[in-house]
């Protein structure tokens, strides 16, 4: 282990300056820069603290893994998420996300979220229905639609129906305020009564008030409606006692969160590739069209489409949703050879890894068969990570799959989804990986 820093571009004073303002206005640019040039680590300031930026996946598995306990969520993130989402799995660590993972982990066992096959392809539906032919849409507003959707059942079954608009818009300001958050590099007070501030407090106000609604009926009752929200009340841990009116509250609003911008994001991505891959898109039509025959898709076709399951894998290695991960050291650890202090910060970049050209012939390429069964033992563990790893993974993975898939089958054999020609499509990578000015299609129903 040694003292000294990796490579980087921080010789001086200027050039951190440099590097911090560049990480603003360039960010994925910069990351791959600093990969390309540096190598597998890479060391640079951000202000005045030290950043480890890993590309190796050795060294993300000692962080994500070995060493986990040593590495917290990062302050920036903490407090853009935190005055939202309280001490959520999204921003809590240690001892309390341990315990919250428990007690969320049973709401995802399959056999639960089994149950919500059928809601997502009727809410993919509901929106299809509305679409007109040759209309010109922006994709991507149209998958927020879907999975806003199915996530507001999912998580409350059907009692959000009249406040969907409500939780919707809330929701909607919420996120803007946390982009807000990473966008600028001065970040006032949240007491200020700033038009950005009051608009964010009343967001906030109308939501705690329809969740604690709906929280109090359900305890009145005790009645378990199949939905996760009766997952997370009726969640016993190990020493008998359950979830807090306030921690099922952060709950909720962290899976509200989570639960449909980074698939509607995957989907808004996967479109624009197979519009680019007119070969991809008739493999697809055809496994859809043959396993499903017109029909709609239910649970017991996923596991026949495995095509489909390649298209959102590749479409999640090439535009992961969650393009970065940092972690913040809360002790003194090594990684890669390099001792670490407490409050350094480490960065990781799916975007990054998932472009190495050692782990993935022809890189920037879409190729969907790179995913054929067997893949995991081709390449490392931590060269693909779209859903994170470790304690920390997502423990909504495989809900977002089975839903990526419901949602790309349903949608496939009834439309032909086009891009509009020569439109700039730019990478807009703030919380999560979205298309800067969206991406404008028509949908043209197939006869």
Avoid at 51 to 77: G, M
Wanted: hydrophobic share 40%.
């Amino acid at each position: 282990m040694t003292n000294h820093y990796p490579p980087g571009p921080d010789t001086n004073f200027v050039q951190a300056i440099r590097s911090t303002l560049r990480q603003q206005h360039d960010r994925l640019g910069f990351l791959i820069d600093m990969a390309q040039t540096y190598g597998d680590t890479v060391h640079f300031h951000t202000g005045l603290r030290h950043i480890y930026f890993l590309n190796h996946p050795d060294d993300i598995h000692t962080v994500f893994v070995e060493q986990a306990d040593k590495f917290y969520k990062t302050r920036p993130v903490k407090q853009a998420f935190g005055k939202f989402m309280g001490q959520g799995l999204l921003a809590s660590d240690g001892e309390l996300h341990r315990r919250e993972r428990r007690l969320a982990q049973p709401a995802f066992h399959h056999k639960r979220i089994e149950a919500y096959a059928e809601i997502m392809v009727e809410h993919t539906l509901r929106v299809m229905n509305q679409w007109c032919e040759g209309q010109v849409y922006a994709i991507d507003q149209e998958m927020m639609n879907i999975t806003l959707g199915i996530v507001a059942q999912t998580l409350f079954n059907a009692e959000v129906a009249g406040d969907a608009e409500t939780v919707g818009h809330s929701m909607t300001i919420l996120q803007d305020g946390v982009i807000r958050y990473f966008r600028s590099l001065i970040h006032l007070p949240d007491w200020l009564p700033t038009p950005q501030n009051r608009r964010e407090q009343q967001a906030l106000a109308a939501l705690d008030q329809i969740i604690a609604k709906i929280i109090h009926q359900r305890l009145a009752t005790g009645e378990d409606k199949g939905d996760l929200l009766s997952m997370l009340l009726l969640a016993i841990d190990d020493d008998g006692s359950g979830m807090s009116i306030q921690q099922v509250r952060d709950e909720v609003i962290s899976l509200f969160v989570a639960g449909h911008e980074t698939t509607a994001n995957t989907l808004t991505w996967t479109w624009y590739l197979l519009g680019q891959h007119p070969d991809a898109w008739a493999q697809l039509l055809t496994e859809v069209t043959t396993v499903l025959g017109g029909r709609n898709p239910t649970l017991q076709d996923v596991a026949q489409l495995p095509y489909t399951a390649m298209v959102i894998r590749e479409a999640l290695r090439l535009y992961p949703p969650v393009w970065v991960i940092t972690r913040e050291a809360i002790a003194p650890v090594e990684v890669a050879g390099y001792r670490l202090e407490q409050g350094n910060v480490v960065v990781t970049s799916p975007y990054v890894m998932h472009r190495d050209p050692r782990y993935f012939n022809d890189p920037e390429q879409f190729r969907p068969e790179r995913f054929t069964d067997g893949w995991e033992k081709d390449i490392p563990r931590f060269a693909y990570f779209p859903f994170g790893g470790g304690p920390r993974i997502c423990v909504g993975q495989s809900f977002a799959l089975m839903e990526a898939t419901l949602i790309l089958a349903t949608i496939v054999q009834r439309y032909q989804i086009e891009l509009i020609p020569e439109q700039k499509v730019a990478l807009d990578p703030l919380v999560t990986l979205r298309a800067k000015q969206g991406i404008q299609v028509t949908i043209k129903a197939r006869h």
